[in-house]
């Protein structure tokens, strides 16, 4: 059963207050006090959905009650009951104290418990539209987290794997990491025949720009095109696995069409 709203009502007549608690009570939790001061003492206590004050007490005004309220509890809806009709006396209650509704003394019983109702259902939706815009933050926040997660894989990933692989890993709960695991793979291993009396012979500078690069450029592609992923590079050399982390089910022939590929733009 949901907890009943907090009214608190302050009132320096105990007959106001017996007569407020008889026609609030059933239906809300109602604290009760005698003057503004302890009223506040309540104010720092409970998270009151509605608060209704008499305005002329001894120790303070109802609108400086309801002022003092307001760092406290923003959110709450107050009413203020006034056996005075002057004009300017309302207007400031209602500009300082942010006064939902006031009452003149005496009021109709059944017109108060209908406004404090109302007032109820509105203290309810401030409450809920609040908690609705902090749950929208934190899905502002997740969402940003991983699209920075995201962001982090590809840019560590994109340039050795396919796409397909960085999106494997995307998929997996928090951050990539090494996780063990057995499985049947294809292994392919590239080497560039006659590279060592190559480097031998010719400027190692020219040697890197002019052919390793473009050479390994080429053979990683292939790599990838065929759903393989390039594990290291090594001088001149490349190995490369077919079948993990994806698994496509002919990835031995995978591995094999990848190297003709590669032999053939090699010569190119």
């Known amino acids: 059963m949901p907890e009943l709203a907090k009214v608190l009502i302050v009132d320096d007549e105990p007959d106001v207050l017996d007569l407020l608690e008889r026609s609030l009570g059933l239906d809300y939790q109602v604290f009760r006090a005698n003057g503004g001061s302890e009223g506040l003492e ?5 998270r009151f959905a509605v608060i209704i004050t008499d305005q002329r007490m001894p120790d303070m005004s109802g609108v400086e009650f309801l002022e003092r309220t307001i760092e406290y509890l923003p959110d709450t809806i107050r009413i203020i009951l006034t056996g005075y009709t002057g004009v300017e006396d309302l207007i400031g209650a209602i500009n300082a104290g942010r006064v939902y509704r006031y009452f003149t003394k005496p009021w109709e019983p059944r017109e108060l418990e209908i406004t404090v109702r109302r007032a109820v259902e509105t203290y309810q939706l401030i409450c809920e539209r609040a908690q609705l815009l902090i749950e929208l933050r934190h899905k502002v926040d997740d969402l940003a987290a991983a699209l920075a997660r995201e962001e982090r894989v590809r840019a560590v990933f994109q340039k050795y794997v396919p796409a397909e692989v960085v999106n494997h890993v995307l998929a997996q709960e928090g951050e990539p990491g090494l996780i063990g695991e057995r499985r049947e793979v294809t292994v392919l291993f590239s080497d560039l025949r006659g590279f060592t009396s190559l480097v031998e012979q010719a400027d190692p500078q020219w040697v890197v720009q002019e052919i390793l690069t473009p050479y390994l450029g080429e053979l990683g592609a292939v790599v990838m095109e065929h759903g393989g992923i390039i594990d290291k590079y090594l001088g001149d050399g490349l190995l490369a696995v077919f ?7 002919d990835d031995p022939l995978r591995a094999v069409l990848a190297a003709l590929e590669m032999r053939r733009r090699a010569e190119q």
Do not use: F
């Open 42 to 46: 309540l104010v720092w206590q409970h």
């Open 243 to 249: 079948g993990a982390p994806l698994e496509h089910g």
